[in-house]
């Protein structure tokens, strides 16, 4: 168990408190100083995994986040994950802004135009709880029509940047992680669908 001591702007403050609850921290006090609040909580070390950086990307680094060793304490259950699926790819290719800008709707992608991608690779996190297969190389159609490209001009939100921390933490059972010194990337087990049915 350790003593986690937050300080952020009182905007931030209900966004804390709801994360620090889904990875089991127990807040211990809350006060204001000078426009910002001091939250403490106790929370398992291992649920600490990767909130820094979740928490400095929503805050945009404004938080401070301090934590230091407090006790000893029993096995305290299985961390709340969400109920996010994943997006996998099921082709073996480049990905095209043209097919990402259509998965950008189905949850937050982890790719941007260009990469590299293969069969079972995790692309991004699907905003439901089940995992999809999805064609992330799919390419425009061409026509004899002259016009603007879409796959010029297409704007897209730009992708989750993995940090090794927060994909340990959040990584399932049926995953595995891959790091080089290029990327980080998530991929489903070959055997994902029957792995999928064991426990974490």
């Known amino acids: 168990m350790e003593e986690v001591t937050i300080d952020v702007d009182n905007e931030y403050t209900g966004y ?98 260009g990469a590299k991608v293969y069969p079972g690779m995790v692309i991004g996190e699907n905003a439901k709880p089940d995992t999809l297969e999805v064609n992330p190389a799919k390419a425009k159609q061409l026509s004899n029509v002259r016009s603007v490209s879409k796959e010029e001009f297409s704007r897209l939100t730009p992708p989750k940047i993995l940090v090794l921390e927060e994909v340990i933490s959040t990584i399932r059972a049926d995953e595995s992680v891959e790091v080089t010194p290029q990327a980080i990337r998530l991929r489903k087990v070959p055997n994902f669908r029957m792995m999928a049915k064991r426990e974490d």
């Open 16 to 113: 804390v408190i709801d994360k620090m609850t889904q990875r089991k921290g127990d807040l211990l006090e809350n006060k204001e100083i000078g426009g910002k609040s001091r939250l403490i909580f106790d929370a398992p070390s291992r649920c600490l995994l990767g909130f820094r950086a979740e928490l400095m990307q929503h805050t945009r680094g404004t938080a401070v986040f301090n934590h230091v060793f407090k006790e000893y304490v029993d096995y305290m259950g299985k961390q709340d994950r969400g109920n996010r699926g994943a997006l996998v790819s099921n082709i073996s290719g480049v990905a095209t802004s043209y097919a990402l800008e259509s998965l950008e709707a189905r949850g937050t992608l982890f790719i941007k135009p």
